[in-house]
């Protein structure tokens, strides 16, 4: 596991921010029919569980909210992944396909209703600072230049790697990754975390084959 630092500013502004940051080995595979099967019951669920409406009431999206308003952000503009990816299945737009591992961090963010990332950890450099973001270059996911100005960002060495919005494709999955390095972020605390985090390492254990799995809680 790399050295983790938390930016008191941060912290400051966002008292219940917090994370659960897992390392674990793991195979990259095209998504099994087994774990597409997991994703179609997903989307069915939160299809009737859910609706646009109700989705903002729900207490981790809107501390989520507040935490991004409280940084000076506006959480509709530029969204978190987790609120943008439940929009999505609320909607019937239903998920991709991508990998085994990225499919299984869009079940786990769907689940917790928290922002999550999924990282190559061999492809992030030296320490890791997750700090206010400024006014820097950003490449979303996707998503081209993204400004990630007051809001949560994660950076090693070369600079910033993801944030709960979209992270960038330096760090991304692919079929070479050996490593993997997942963020869970709270916003209103560590309730129900280590809760989340057992998931993660069920769904890894069935459709990723997880091994040598380290956890950091950072707060």
């Keep these: 596991m790399k050295k983790i630092t938390l930016d008191k500013q941060l912290k400051e502004k966002v008292p219940g921010y917090c994370l659960a940051i897992m390392s ?6 095209p998504t099994q029919e087994s774990l ?14 859910l609706t646009l409406e109700t989705l903002l009431k729900q207490p981790r999206i809107a501390a989520a909210r507040a935490g ?21 299945l609320i909607k019937g737009n239903g998920l991709y396909f991508v990998n085994n591992a990225v499919d299984i961090g869009n079940v786990l963010s769907a689940r917790t209703q928290r922002s999550v990332a999924v990282l190559d950890e061999d492809k992030i450099q030296g320490d890791i600072l997750i700090r ?12 081209g230049n ?23 494709p330096r760090t991304r999955i ?6 993997i390095l997942l963020f869970i972020t709270s ?13 993660a390492k069920d769904l890894f254990s069935r459709f990723g084959q997880m091994t040598n799995f380290s956890l950091e809680i950072v707060e």
């Design 24 to 29: 674990f080995d793991t195979e990259v595979t």
């Design 36 to 49: 597409k099967q997991e994703m179609e019951q997903l989307e069915k669920e939160m299809m009737e569980q």
């Design 68 to 88: 991004y308003k409280a940084l000076g952000k506006d959480p509709s503009r530029y969204r978190l992944s987790t609120e943008a990816l439940l929009r999505r």
């Design 132 to 143: 206010i973001g400024q006014d820097e270059p950003y490449e979303g996911i996707g998503r």
């Design 146 to 168: 993204i400004n990630i100005e007051n809001i949560p960002v994660y950076c090693d060495e070369v600079g910033p790697f993801g944030t709960p919005t979209s992270d960038t």
């Design 174 to 179: 692919t079929e070479e990754t050996k490593t």
């Design 187 to 199: 916003f209103n605390g560590t309730d129900g975390l280590l809760q989340d985090v057992e998931l």
